[in-house]
């Protein structure tokens, strides 16, 4: 490539008397991995993001202003076209202001700007996961029981310890279940949970999201038995002897929403927003779009911001009654500021990718007669999506099924052949199994497709329901990209793992925690994951133009990395150090 130089980007500044090359300047010069826990310019992790009236207040950067800090003798992949790669880069407030090679950039400096040498450690935008549930998962993390354990026994004791400290007929929850990950080979059922919990109603959450074990007690609260029918889209799982095992899918969950108070307080919200943000910003996440939300959540991250305590940047999916009252308002997609935006209106069409029950037009294996679960019908699909359409919303619907995406598209391409809009960049959240056909559609249309970025490292085991021929159309990041889709990253967490790094291993081999490779038709290059989790990251919200990139006049947000994803072992890439997550040009986590 041809490397663009500072000159090039900065002009005024190279030229301005405050760039004598022979000014002496001090360098923050520092060993890999600790040079910027020496940074007075990047030292200030644990401050949050600023609240509007404080975005409100800042004075506009000057196209003359010196810089704040310089970053040089870096390896900076900056996913800009023009200048793929560079050497160095300056940040004045919360701004990227110039990349270039390190002399370049160096001359930009004053007497007033730290001097930061990277000494060739690796710096990539910020990380951007386009469909996650931080509010849910960080509260949940304060008042629920953690079920992400290995055995049944395991999660038997934390319901126990969980039990002595509840009053008797109290329900106790608990989340991030994963059937496919026990010592038992065999997932929990009622009958284990009431040997340890028989005076409290349980719920054992799955972590996709579709699922729940229940006690009996719960069932009988419930008035569910054997008898009971399944509802519309949902299930009441029952074992080869009609018995009800206390697994419980879609629909047939909300015959309990009545009976389980809310477990969590407005100050627990906050905090868990707090504690998430924490926990995300860790792992290289400087944008967060969260798929799904409802006012106590929308309060939630607007308390943790006013007490400075929200550390990545949110574009906030609202659904049901909170979607209704913000058309009521007047209220669209977009609304907001660089902190915190209102974004597309989420539904959920079908079921689990994670938990086998998303509806396809060919069965599951060794289930001849299971296609999956609809959750909404064509109907109910186009009624939806009009409205959505029609109140100027950004459309996000939940499809993973072959039968779900294409029934999803007819109504996207229903409501732009009746009311045309320009540029309504329509997702599908998850889109998990494709086809030419289908590709071509999503193509012609300008959806967005967000499939699981760590689903086929994370959840190998549960790909043997599916099989190698499904595995070839499912999480189909290269062919997404054949098709020039801007296939956008998503975790989904809690039902998938949300870091960065285990996403661009998982697309990059498609080998699972076994060595099992899933469908290596679809592995991407390491340049190609680079750019899904950044520039298209910031497409799918409609801010490429201010974010996913490091680019002069965007916000500085960036990710320094112990070593280049290119340089390592591809089986080790989810274990590249993240040494320091950056905000606005403000240090969100330091290791």
Avoid at 561 to 576: G, T
């Amino acid at each position: 490539f041809k490397q663009k130089t500072a000159y090039e980007i900065m002009p005024s500044l190279v030229g301005s008397e405050m760039c004598i090359r022979d000014r002496r300047f001090i360098v923050a010069k520092f060993s890999r991995r600790k040079f910027i826990g020496s940074s007075t310019a990047l030292a200030a992790a644990g401050l949050g993001l600023p609240t509007q009236a404080a975005l409100a207040a800042a004075a506009p950067i000057s196209s003359q202003a010196a810089p704040d800090y310089i970053v040089i003798n870096a390896k900076v992949f900056t996913i800009d076209e023009d200048q793929p790669e560079a050497e160095a880069f300056a940040v004045k407030g919360d701004r990227f202001t110039a990349a270039g090679s390190s002399s370049d950039i160096r001359n930009l400096a004053t007497s007033r700007t730290e001097i930061i040498d990277a000494e060739g450690m690796t710096v990539t935008p910020g990380f951007i996961d386009a469909h996650s549930h931080p509010s849910s998962a960080g509260v949940n993390e304060l008042v629920q029981v953690n079920a992400d354990l290995r055995s049944i026994t395991e999660i038997n004791e934390a319901l126990r310890q969980r039990a002595d400290i509840t009053q008797a007929g109290q329900w106790i929850r608990a989340f991030k279940y994963d059937d496919t990950k026990l010592a038992e080979g065999r997932p929990i059922n009622r009958f284990d949970i009431d040997q340890v919990v028989p005076n409290h109603p349980v719920v054992v959450g799955h972590r996709g999201g579709h699922t729940g074990v229940y006690n009996s007690m719960a069932l009988a609260l419930a008035g569910i038995t054997s008898e009971t029918p399944d509802p519309q889209g949902g299930r009441f799982y029952r074992d080869s002897n009609g018995v009800l095992t206390g697994l419980v899918a879609g629909p047939a969950r909300s015959v309990f929403n009545s009976l389980i108070p809310s477990d969590s307080t407005r100050e627990q919200r906050r905090d868990g927003i707090k504690l998430i943000t924490e926990l995300m910003t860790k792992a290289g996440l400087t944008s967060v779009h969260q798929t799904g939300a409802g006012r106590n959540d929308m309060i939630a991250y607007q308390d943790a911001r006013a007490e400075g305590g929200m550390r990545f940047r949110m574009y906030l999916f609202p659904r049901g009654q909170l979607f209704d009252d913000l058309v009521n308002a007047g209220v669209r997609t977009g609304m907001g500021d660089e902190v915190f935006r209102i974004g597309a209106v989420k539904f959920t069409a079908d079921g689990s990718a994670s938990e086998r029950t998303m509806r396809m037009s060919t069965p599951f294996e060794g289930r001849p007669d299971d296609y999956g679960l609809l959750y909404m019908s064509e109907e109910e699909i186009h009624e939806s999506v009009e409205n959505a359409h029609r109140s100027d919303f950004q459309v996000a619907v939940h499809a993973n099924g072959d039968v779900t995406i294409d029934m999803v598209l007819d109504a996207y391409q229903r409501v732009q052949e009746l009311w045309p809009r320009e540029n309504t960049r329509h997702r599908i959240e998850h889109c998990s199994l494709v086809n030419p056909d289908l590709l071509a559609r999503i193509r012609d249309l300008g959806v967005i497709p967000a499939p699981f970025y760590t689903y086929a490292h994370y959840h190998g085991n549960k790909w043997v329901e599916y099989g190698e021929e499904k595995m070839q159309w499912m999480f189909a990041h290269k062919s997404f990209l054949d098709y020039d889709i801007p296939v956008a990253p998503a975790s989904d967490y809690t039902p998938g793992p949300y870091e960065p790094m285990m996403a661009i291993q998982s697309m990059v081999t498609r080998k699972d925690f076994d060595g099992r490779i899933w469908g290596p038709n679809q592995r991407i290059s390491v340049d190609q994951a680079l750019r899904i989790c950044t520039r298209h990251g910031a497409y799918a919200s409609y801010e490429e133009g201010i974010k996913g990139s490091i680019t002069a006049g965007k916000l500085a947000d960036f990710v320094i990395l112990a070593d280049d994803p290119h340089d390592v072992d591809p089986d080790q890439i989810k274990n590249i150090e993240i040494v320091r997550t950056v905000v606005g040009g403000t240090t969100m986590y330091g290791a």
